[in-house]
């Protein structure tokens, strides 16, 4: 009961889940529709804290939310009960990857990228490792996206592996209106980043960048066939 009611609270009030503040809605203002959709969340994390799909989960949409953390599959079905939860990575082939859990389960900074744990200093903070499926994105699309969907937009937070993701999507069957993806680069540095240029090659543009904290945000791009 107390979930309907904060659930109820929170889009009558369209109060902004993101991390930054305000992603989700800046979105919500550039899809320019009036009837739910579909998104795919990819390093979805938390269900709904710094959540940039929440907001239109509440609101109707349906999701497909993938992450190789195993442990959120619970935390999902109790706050989205009606999104798809997936748990795997995402790659050109599929294959078994290593995937570094923290101390924390539910951390952030858990990752398939060894280079990442070794960058941040967090080699002491590895509680297990544990074997997740790679699965290619156009496959995963073939089996949740039916005739009459509407794919509205991609959120992609992967922390290094964005370009793998990318690619191993169909850009002529799967074509949603907006791709957000996590940067931390400068945004002079972003405009001709490799993400930037292969999400060009393929017909979107770069329209803006959020501030999330210094150079981190999310890089918003638009179809240029929609």
């Known amino acids: 009961m107390k979930n309907k009611i904060r659930e109820f609270i929170f889009r009558r009030y369209n109060i902004s889940f993101s991390q930054g503040g305000g992603d989700d809605i800046q979105l919500n203002k550039l899809l320019k529709v009036n009837t739910p959709g579909v998104y795919l969340d990819i390093g979805c994390w938390h269900p709904v804290k710094a959540s940039n799909t929440y907001f239109f989960y509440l609101r109707g949409w349906k999701g497909i939310c993938i992450d190789p953390n195993p442990d959120l599959k619970d935390t999902y079905n109790f706050f989205r009960p009606k999104d798809k939860f997936i748990n795997c990575a995402i790659g050109a082939h599929e294959s078994i990857m290593s995937y570094y859990k923290l101390n924390d389960n539910f951390s952030a ?15 002491n903070e590895i509680k297990s490792v544990i074997d997740v499926p790679v699965y290619n994105l156009k496959n995963i699309l073939d089996k949740n996206i039916i005739e009459g969907d509407r794919l509205d937009f991609f959120d992609i937070d992967v922390e290094g592996f964005d370009i793998e993701v990318l690619k191993s999507n169909d850009w002529v069957k799967y074509r949603p209106k907006i791709i957000l993806v996590e940067s931390n680069l400068s945004f002079q540095n972003d405009i001709n980043s490799e993400i930037v240029n292969y999400l060009e090659a393929v017909d979107y543009r770069l329209v803006a960048k959020s501030v999330i904290n210094g150079n981190l945000g999310n890089l918003f791009l638009l179809d240029n066939k929609q």
Request: charged share 25%; net charge neutral.
């Open 109 to 123: 900074m858990n990752t398939l990228n060894y280079d990442f744990i070794e960058k941040h200093n967090l080699k």
